[in-house]
């Protein structure tokens, strides 16, 4: 009785969600995006879309040339969520199961008389019953792997897609290996598998022969180690981790690529990562702020450092300091957001501290701001996630940017991810047309602000402007600015 785990992965979930729920999709090449636009890439594609060669990562242009006929659907994460739940207690209803893999896979873990091959088999069999059971369509498969160890059963449970069942014993280790590709592993992706490579390790067939001292130098770790057990069966306790960081990141849609638009999801991304940090008893100690330009392979990148604090006006103020350093590139000439517009934004709260481990406020200013977020908090979780929110996040959610997303390793809170606010827009919308004209009103404005401001900041003849820092970029800053240098040096 070498079998200790049966391992579900729900079948291009995302995708197949989109076709259990309309029937015009079903049997169709399907790909669920983040936003609807050629820029983006593929989060998730169909069965019938992954025969033409569209999968996870693909970009949206790539995946027209190979697949003309393929549909594209604005990702649901609520929807996903409400199914992997539905999964999770029919799964439940055959056998108890271990924590979610991820949305899309869990882990099952056998014990006694469960261990045995016909068992563990009719047990799979169970599941996938299950699920046409409770009416979710067929277009909705699981695979399932079976093996002694948990990495085994996942491998396993790609080896046969879709709605696949396959069974490793101890016995048909290492050659059931064999066919696979180096890439086929979890924890082998492009840059070990060059590693690997220059390690002299070609195949898998290779990679199996190859002591465990050659793979943990090939890793260049304990890591290396720990892939020979698993490898060979051993069932390898997983290693605990320590929260890092929080952060979110966004493509921006065409409406949003201009440095207004990118400040409101920036803004909107931070409110959303300081609640995370609160809601999960962290401080941070830094914040790391990222934009990609369109036609530029150069970022906008700032490195901040500062007392460990959770408060979202304290983070969003160091935020607008930073931002406005852009601004001025912008008011000046030297960034043309008409040439370069943003592409994506990115920022992440870093240096972890539990709140436990960091002494309290002492400043009343401090305190004041610390109480302003609890509340914010507590109106959020009780009416809906940005049910109140601050003025500069106003443009991010009337456009319904960086809604929730859901990460390949965890499972988000739709209480604490999902935006209310703008599906409350959208339904005033919908019944008077109140909230459109408010937002073609409050463009207009802004054009009219932008230019006003813009004529008055500009240098006069008799003291033309003089750049200063590296490349002219901008001298010090208030926080940081001797240590945090931009990496553009061309604006």
Not at 151 to 167: E, H, R, Y
Request: charged letters at 25%; hydrophobic letters at 40%; glycine letters at 8%.
């Amino acid at each position: 009785m070498t079998l200790r785990c049966l391992f579900v992965d729900f079948d291009s979930f995302f995708a197949s969600v989109e076709q259990h729920d309309s029937e015009a999709l079903r049997g169709k090449p399907v790909a669920v995006v983040p936003v609807a636009t050629d820029t983006t890439c593929c989060l998730a594609a169909s069965a019938e879309a992954k025969r033409h060669g569209v999968k996870t990562g693909t970009g949206v242009r790539e995946a027209k040339e190979r697949c003309p006929d393929i549909t594209f659907v604005l990702a649901r994460p609520a929807r996903y969520i409400e199914m992997h739940k539905r999964f999770m207690d029919a799964i439940e209803d055959c056998i108890p199961h271990g924590e979610a893999a991820s949305i899309d896979e869990v882990p099952c873990y056998l014990i006694g008389r469960e261990r045995k091959r016909e068992n563990a088999v009719a047990i799979a069999n169970n599941i996938k019953q299950r699920l046409l059971d409770l009416g979710i369509s067929p277009s909705m498969t699981c695979s399932i792997g079976i093996a002694p160890n948990k990495f085994l059963a996942k491998t396993a449970s790609d080896m046969n897609k879709p709605n696949g069942l396959t069974v490793i014993e101890q016995e048909d280790l290492p050659h059931a290996l064999h066919p696979l590709a180096l890439r086929d592993f979890c924890g082998i992706g492009p840059s070990m598998e060059a590693r690997l490579h220059h390690a002299g390790i070609e195949t898998t067939e290779q990679l199996c022969a190859t002591s465990r001292e050659q793979l943990r130098r090939a890793w260049g770790s304990v890591e290396g180690e720990r892939f020979w057990y698993q490898l060979r069966g051993f069932d390898v306790p997983e290693r605990a981790r320590v929260r890092g960081s929080i952060g979110h990141s966004h493509v921006l849609g065409p409406e949003l690529r201009s440095f207004e638009g990118a400040r409101a999801v920036l803004f909107k991304l931070l409110a959303k990562a300081a609640m995370r940090l609160r809601h999960e008893k962290f401080r941070a100690g830094g914040m790391a702020i990222r934009i990609r330009f369109v036609g530029r392979d150069d970022r906008f990148e700032r490195d901040l450092q500062f007392a460990p604090i959770d408060d979202t006006p304290a983070l969003l103020a160091m935020l607008g300091e930073q931002l406005e350093r852009l601004r001025k590139k912008m008011i000046s000439g030297r960034w043309r957001p008409s040439r370069h517009p943003p592409l994506s934004v990115a920022v992440t709260l870093t240096g972890l501290e539990a709140v436990s481990s960091v002494s309290g406020e002492l400043m009343p200013d401090r305190g004041r701001a610390k109480a302003m977020s609890a509340v914010l908090d507590r109106i959020n979780q009780r009416y809906g996630n940005n049910a109140l929110y601050f003025g500069a996040m106003q443009e991010a959610l009337a456009q319904g940017a960086a809604p929730m997303r859901i990460p390949f390793s965890t499972i988000p809170d739709v209480a604490l991810e999902e935006d209310i606010a703008p599906q409350r827009q959208r339904d005033a919308s919908d019944a008077s047309g109140a909230v459109e004209l408010w937002r073609l009103r409050e463009r207009q404005f802004k054009v009219l602000a932008e230019n006003t401001h813009r004529e008055a900041r500009k240098p006069k003849p008799s003291a033309p402007h003089k750049p200063s820092g590296t490349g002219g970029w901008g001298g010090k800053s208030k926080q940081n600015d001797d240590t945090q240098p931009v990496t553009w040096d061309l604006f």
